[in-house]
């Protein structure tokens, strides 16, 4: 309890503070960006619960943990060429988890070329830094290279009971190339973005197939040119988008599935709208995995709804998230459901801002091997990026 009452003076003595914030950028002779490198930092303070003297009946846990620390450098040669660089903390180890080219030929027309995060959901190309409920919903790690999981304790915990135990090289992200680009309407009210495209995956021991991905999405009113997406524009975007993407490779492996065929699928619809003197966020999407039976407690469908309310376009974000995962195990192990309520600080927008969240998370079946199947969390972070 004093450590819990600690984090919370911490938390009101930091929103007094109003930071600035830019990343160092180094210019040509002719004034334009050549080099910007920046870091990006996120830390928590848990409150959960866990089975700590293996019981099998859960005990308090406080716990503090460095959820994202890197450093980011992007070079440009000139408007049709680039790269970008990105590394992260991983146990005691730095770790690369971006690499790749940029290429442009116009808006039309864009490539990534290189280890980066495949667009096999909306939610796996939002910027980390610019998440809405405090981290992503837990059923989009049921993407291939994100492991065919779910996560719990606003993503810092795995749902054991659900996971394909998928890993390879570059968790999360993929080594490949994606091709992407938006065409707009006449009007400039209609915006067309897509991308497509191929990776190594997670192929299983003696079979090489590739990972092919692919997704269309279109935006009503403001437009979202960039190959990255935002959960929350603080209310400098008016736009509705709709949203669907396929992922697919053929014999791929896990450490809890046997060789089988992949399929991932989703359709989401995203909001950014005025609202009196505020500005709502509204997410939301179904998902589907399906493993061909290889794993009736990773695969199966499910979907996640979450908003928030940017009071006055101000500092203050309430925000909600539910979610609800059905697996295709007829014991009911591997499905879930949670739901999140929070609100957000920003000193600085997405660039410094604390959030504090609570979760509640409830399995259809006892945890594991546990007498247990919930789990309450409050989570308090400090997240900046620079």
Not at 147 to 176: E, K, N
């Amino acid at each position: 309890m004093k450590r819990r009452v600690a984090w919370l003076t911490v938390v009101l003595a930091l929103a007094s503070l109003a930071p600035a914030s830019a990343g160092f950028k180094l210019l040509d002779a002719d004034g334009k960006e050549k080099i910007d490198l920046g870091f990006r930092l996120q830390v928590l303070g848990k409150f959960t619960e866990g089975d700590l003297d293996g019981d099998g009946s859960f005990e308090s846990v406080d716990d503090f943990q460095i959820r994202r620390a890197r450093f980011r450098l992007t070079g440009t040669v000139n408007e049709h060429f680039g790269m970008f660089f990105q590394t992260d903390v991983s146990g005691n180890d730095i770790v690369m988890i971006d690499a790749y080219i940029q290429l442009k030929k116009s808006a039309k027309l864009q490539a990534f070329i290189g280890q980066h995060l495949a667009p096999s959901s909306r939610q796996t190309i939002t910027s980390s830094g610019a998440l809405l409920a405090m981290d992503r919903p837990g059923l989009i790690y049921k993407a291939l290279t994100w492991g065919g999981r779910a996560l719990t304790t606003f993503d810092t915990a795995t749902y054991g009971d659900s996971a394909a135990g998928f890993s390879g090289p570059a968790q999360v992200r993929d080594t490949g190339f994606t091709l992407f680009g938006i065409n707009s309407s006449s009007s400039g009210k209609t915006h067309f973005k897509w991308y497509l495209g191929t990776y190594d995956g997670l192929p299983a021991a003696g079979t090489d197939g590739e990972r092919t991905t692919g997704r269309l999405q279109v935006n009503f009113g403001d437009s979202e040119p960039s190959y990255y997406s935002t959960a929350s524009y603080l209310g400098k975007k008016d736009t509705f988008s709709i949203g669907v993407s396929y992922d697919t490779q053929s014999d791929v492996a896990g450490s809890s599935t046997p060789k089988t065929d992949y399929s991932y699928w989703n359709v989401d619809v995203f909001a950014e709208q005025p609202m009196g003197a505020g500005s709502v966020s509204f997410e939301a999407a179904y998902h589907d995995l399906d493993l061909d039976g290889a794993n009736p407690q990773a695969e199966g469908n499910g979907y996640y709804v979450q908003a928030g309310y940017l009071v006055n376009k101000d500092k203050w974000q309430p925000w909600f998230l539910y979610e609800d995962w059905s697996a295709d195990a007829a014991s009911g192990k591997g499905s879930y459901n949670l739901w999140r309520a929070g609100i957000s600080y920003f000193m600085a927008g997405h660039n410094a801002n604390i959030k504090v969240g609570y979760e509640a998370f409830s399995a259809d079946a006892n945890i594991g091997s546990t007498n247990e199947d919930s789990i309450g969390s409050l989570v308090v972070g400090f997240y900046t990026t620079y």
